[in-house]
């Protein structure tokens, strides 16, 4: 069983940037893929960024592209998601998610932390 849990959300003016971690305990980080997600109010969870096992491969939605940047720390068991030139639709609860079975499915979540983009 592995627990996620994030940290480094707040309230953020548009422009500026956030950076988000997620720590992981309770598995061999190495062995999981890791991504990002996030859930506005009113709308379905949407996909950020995904990070494979050794961090060599990132992918991102296209909304994010170019102003995000996911990577890991497999020593110390992290994953982060560097937000720049953040706009007020970033704001959104962002969750941290560890894949260990085949794609596209997440295996364990963490609870959250809640960015605000202030216009």
């Known amino acids: 069983q592995v627990q996620l849990v994030e940290s480094g959300g707040g309230l953020v003016q548009a422009g500026g940037s956030l950076r988000l971690s997620c720590a992981a305990s309770g598995g061999t980080f190495s062995s999981y893929a890791m991504g990002w997600f996030r859930q506005s109010p009113g709308k379905e969870r949407e996909f950020v960024a995904h990070?494979?096992?050794?961090?060599?491969?990132?992918t991102y939605a296209d909304s994010v592209k170019g102003r995000f940047t996911i990577s890991r720390d497999n020593a110390k068991n992290m994953v982060y998601l560097q937000m720049n030139s953040l706009k007020p639709e970033d704001t959104a609860v962002y969750y941290c998610a560890a894949r260990w079975t085949a794609p596209p499915g997440y295996d364990y979540w963490g609870q959250g932390t809640q960015v605000t983009v202030s216009s």
């Open positions: 990070i494979n096992r050794s961090g060599s491969t990132t």
